[in-house]
Nanobody, 127 residues
């Protein structure tokens, strides 16, 4: 069974940092593009950042310079480092992946491209 499990969410104050992790089981991430999405209360789910097989990243303007996605194929995992958190970063964060064999494919920032999803982890930024 293909599974992604997120962890690392929590309650933090504005300006603080969090690091989210996404671990895959039942398959290897070596040939998967990986992305993080988030869904704020009352809003649609949006793409935050995506990383392709070569390590090239695509990041939403709203978090550019503050968030950084990475992948660790040896651990079969991905991470999202979130710095300088703001209250508007509050939401449920999801890890997602889809299989590809194209090393330099442009990493899409849309839900429909991703076939495997985690259950989400809650991030709350509040003073």
């Amino acid at each position: 069974q293909l599974q992604l499990v997120e962890s690392g969410g929590g309650l933090v104050q504005p300006g603080e940092s969090l690091r989210l992790s996404c671990v895959a089981s039942g398959f290897t991430l070596d040939y998967y593009n990986i992305a993080w999405f988030r869904q704020a209360p009352g809003k649609e789910r949006e793409a935050i950042s995506c990383i392709n097989l070569s390590g090239s990243r695509t990041t939403a303007d709203s978090v550019k310079g503050r968030f950084s996605i990475s992948r660790d194929n040896a651990r079969n995992a991905a991470s999202l480092q979130m710095n300088s958190l703001k209250p508007e970063d509050t939401g449920i964060y999801y890890c997602a992946a889809y299989q590809t064999f194209a090393l330099y494919s442009l990493c899409p920032m849309r839900e429909s491209s991703f076939t495997t999803w985690g259950q989400g982890t809650q991030v709350t930024v509040s003073s």
